[in-house]
């Protein structure tokens, strides 16, 4: 897929319920065929050195339990966040599907995008699958 933006920025992640996370995210990518798939990284959270931080914390949880009960994700970055908005003005109306890499797995989503003033929101609207990356 082609990158968007190779290095990292911070995302919002909520889940079911209305629990929030902050983790960054790295190698953010776009494809348009033959759906329209944003992928994304969040191992660099993991491979950090002090095991206490939140977001390893979060990455974890996430990694472990919470990408079944993942509702949205916020990007505000702004060079991501113009790929996606011409991906989408590209095809109207198109499928989205985001890919959430996170330590060698791949966790699958059909998503919406939702046009903010100053970010893009992708909402889960079903979880698809986990899979080796």
């Given at each position: 897929?082609p990158t968007?933006?190779?290095?990292?920025?911070?995302?919002?992640l909520?889940?079911?319920?209305?629990?929030?996370?902050?983790?960054?995210?790295?190698?953010?990518?776009?494809?348009?065929?033959?759906?329209?798939?944003?992928?994304?990284?969040l191992?660099?959270?993991?491979?950090?050195?002090?095991?206490?931080?939140?977001?390893?914390?979060d990455?974890?949880?996430?990694?472990?339990?919470?990408?079944a009960?993942?509702?949205?994700?916020?990007?505000?970055?702004?060079?991501?966040?113009?790929g996606?908005?011409?991906?989408?003005?590209?095809?109207?109306g198109?499928?989205?599907?985001l890919?959430v890499?996170?330590?060698?797995?791949d966790?699958?989503?059909?998503?919406?995008i939702?046009?903010?003033?100053?970010?893009?929101?992708?909402?889960?609207?079903?979880?698809?699958?986990?899979?080796?990356?």
């Open positions: 897929m968007i933006r190779k290095t990292s920025s911070l995302i919002s909520t889940y079911q319920g209305g629990a929030t996370d902050g983790l960054f995210a790295t190698d953010f990518t776009v494809a348009e065929l033959p759906a329209l798939a944003i992928g994304l990284d191992t660099c959270n993991v491979k950090v050195r002090n095991k206490s931080a939140n977001t390893y914390a990455a974890v949880a996430y990694s472990e339990r919470r990408h009960e993942l509702a949205s994700i916020q990007i505000d970055e702004a060079q991501v966040c113009e996606l908005r011409k991906a989408d003005k590209r095809h109207p198109a499928e989205w599907r890919i890499r996170m330590d060698g797995r966790h699958a989503y059909s998503v919406t939702c046009d903010e003033p100053y970010s893009v929101v992708l909402r889960v609207r079903v979880a698809l699958r986990v899979a080796p990356a």
